[in-house]
């Protein structure tokens, strides 16, 4: 209960620094809002008047204050382009990447566990340097490089799979599953290299404890040590790394939603950010490290039911 | 992550100590072929930014544009680009670019870095606890790429801003990093002894505890060179890196990507260097770490 306490007081204190930060960004963007509202024919008079109307003439704390007040309770502003609710467009913007981000850490999964399992068990053979070279090179692969390197091939070159778009999986299961398909490999390639990584030396070391030797020694099948004991020590730290990965896992969003033209809050962000829509950048900038505070506590929480000794020691984030 | 085992390193001759222990780590680092393989990728690298002018053999920004969109041949060995530009001289050209964004992106996240994390691990206190952690655990609250757009966005569009910008991202990892070595190293006997011998806390901190934790900070930076290298590239492919008509990798992928059914060789050539950069410096990173404290293997 205190660990969890604990744990609650500490991400209420980052989650307050996140919203400062965010709200800095905002107002050091170069440009004013009344200005790209109005545009650049309106009157002095019309941008003073919008100027004061929006509360821009008020001291930095109010601004943030009354922007932080609007936050809690769901009011994230209004788009300067089509003058829509962020939170609007966020909520329509949010499914998009979580189909993206879901079917990106399905596909990481399927790649890793069997090679670094394989790894693992065969060490030092050809499979062992085979996973060793995709661990490195996935890791070292810029994904926008890969991104493209996949619709040439299964796009223009194989005419396998449709380039770029979305269709909403309600609208035609198949067709959102197959467009999502080369945007979902090239986001969770880098993440399937990194749980490879971790799922080899983890196993690893697993496979050098007496309860293993114990399993092999009483005639246990090979399959039923590995999966059935090994690996389910061994996914403890996995969890960490995955759980972790989530913030690179939204910067890739914003890579891949672009290449593959998928309308997902990471596209929404570079489009934002170019056309100084700079509420939505705020509101989109805010929900990915909302997300990112609120996956860590769950992690933090599911390695402490996983782990009990975590308890005992009060956890990190010294 | 080496997968190359070292053999035992043979004693290095010679009476200090200091120099026989560097000896043994070089030496270490020679055994590891993959290192020495990353190593000496990076030398090419250098090698191509420091002498471009005299590799490239076409100028890397004049078009062309009687040679646009030509496959590779023996004039042009990577091909030309929209503007008939040549592929290979604008690679060339781009590795400066790469290496000075990753070395300087570092450069500033090691200086910012590095101080706060020293005195904030060295004094403690309320402020380091509630205020330099919790900033720097909201600061890694969000995704690196979107931070680093988010910044470029408030500095402007530019490789200078770039830089500033990945080395301000970076930045929370160097705090973090150098504040928990200094928290293993100011209980140490050593460090005891100084402080009773009546050293200032300053010559503490710059004489013996900065240059005892230095080992994992040039882990990290190597490895962070090849983090700045593809952020670089990711911010000029999004535009707001390196801007036209500078060659730039990340820039050049994001022109290519509308010729992708003609002229494949335009996408193909500067992105498969970006991934040699980074691999290189991955390897050559984990070689070091591995040279610096085996153990960690």
Avoid: C
């Avoid at chain 1, 998009?96 to 079917?103: E, G, K, R």
């Avoid at chain 2, 070595?181 to 503490?204: F, M, P």
């Avoid at chain 2, 022109?255 to 996408?267: D, T």
């Amino acid at each position: 209960m205190v660990f969890l306490l604990k744990r609650l007081g500490l991400m209420a204190i980052v989650l307050f620094l996140v919203t400062v930060i965010v709200f800095a960004l905002v107002q050091l963007l170069p440009g004013d809002p009344a200005l790209v509202k109005l545009g650049k024919m309106a009157t002095p008079e019309a941008l003073a008047a919008l100027r004061e109307k929006m509360g821009l003439n008020d001291p930095l704390y109010v601004q943030y204050i009354r922007w932080l007040g609007g936050v809690l309770h769901g009011d994230l502003g209004y788009s300067i382009q089509d003058h829509s609710s962020v939170m609007a467009i966020l909520l329509n913007k949010i499914p998009v990447t979580l189909q993206l981000t879901v079917m990106s850490f399905m596909i990481s999964l399927i790649i890793s566990v069997p090679v670094g399992v394989l790894s693992a068990t065969r060490k030092g053979t050809i499979w062992d340097y085979l996973g060793t070279i995709f661990a490195m090179s996935g890791v070292s692969l810029p994904s926008f490089w890969l991104g493209i390197l996949l619709i040439y091939v299964f796009a223009i070159f194989l005419g396998w799979l449709p380039p770029s778009g979305y269709v909403p999986p309600g609208e035609n299961m198949v067709r959102s599953i197959l467009l999502m398909l080369l945007p979902s490999i090239t986001l969770g390639t880098r993440l399937s290299a990194e749980l490879t990584r971790m799922i080899r030396s983890s196993l690893l070391e697993v496979m050098e404890s007496d309860y293993i030797r114990t399993g092999y020694a009483k005639g246990l099948l090979e399959r039923s040590v590995v999966y059935g004991h090994a690996f389910k020590n061994a996914i403890i730290p996995v969890i960490t790394v995955s759980g972790l990965q989530l913030t690179t896992f939204f910067g890739g969003a914003v890579i891949a939603e672009t290449i593959f033209a998928v309308p997902g809050v990471g596209r929404l962000i570079i489009e934002s950010i170019l056309s100084r829509d700079y509420p939505v950048v705020q509101g989109a900038v805010l929900f990915m490290a909302f997300a990112v505070v609120m996956t860590n506590f769950i992690i933090d929480i599911v390695y402490s039911v996983l782990d009990p000794r975590i308890k005992l020691t009060g956890g990190g984030s010294k | 992550m080496a997968q190359v085992q070292p053999n035992p390193v043979k004693p290095v001759a010679g009476k200090n100590p200091r120099a026989r222990m560097w000896g043994e780590m070089i030496q270490r680092l020679w055994q590891n072929k993959l290192a020495v393989a990353g190593g000496v990728f990076i030398l090419v690298l250098i090698i191509m930014a420091v002498f471009a002018d005299a590799i490239a053999p076409y100028n890397p920004i004049k078009p062309n544009y009687g040679e646009v969109l030509v496959p590779p041949s023996a004039d042009h060995w990577f091909g030309t680009d929209n503007l008939g530009r040549d592929i290979f001289s604008r690679v060339v050209y781009g590795a400066q670019v790469s290496l000075k964004a990753g070395l300087i992106s570092v450069g500033i996240a090691l200086a910012i870095g590095v101080p706060i994390g020293l005195f904030s691990g060295y004094y403690r206190g309320l402020w380091d606890e509630v205020l330099i952690m919790r900033f720097t655990d909201a600061m890694l609250a969000f995704p690196p790429l979107v931070l680093s757009l988010s910044l470029a966005a408030v500095l402007g569009a530019g490789l200078g801003n770039a830089m500033i910008a990945i080395g301000l991202v970076f930045t929370p990892n160097y705090i973090r990093l150098m504040r928990g070595e200094v928290l293993s190293k100011r209980e140490n006997d050593y460090i005891e002894a100084a402080r009773s011998s009546g050293l200032k806390d300053r010559r503490i901190m710059l004489f013996h505890i900065l240059p005892n934790s230095m080992a994992p900070i040039l882990v990290q930076a190597t490895l962070n060179v090849a983090g700045a290298i593809i952020a670089e590239a990711s911010l000029s492919y999004l535009g707001l890196g390196t801007q036209p008509p500078t060659p730039s990798w990340g820039s050049m992928l994001s022109a290519a990507q509308g010729y992708l059914a003609e002229a494949p060789w335009f996408a193909i050539f500067p992105g498969l260097f970006i991934f040699l950069a980074v691999m290189g410096i991955n390897i050559f990173g984990d070689g070091i770490r591995d040279m610096l404290d085996p153990k960690l293997k």
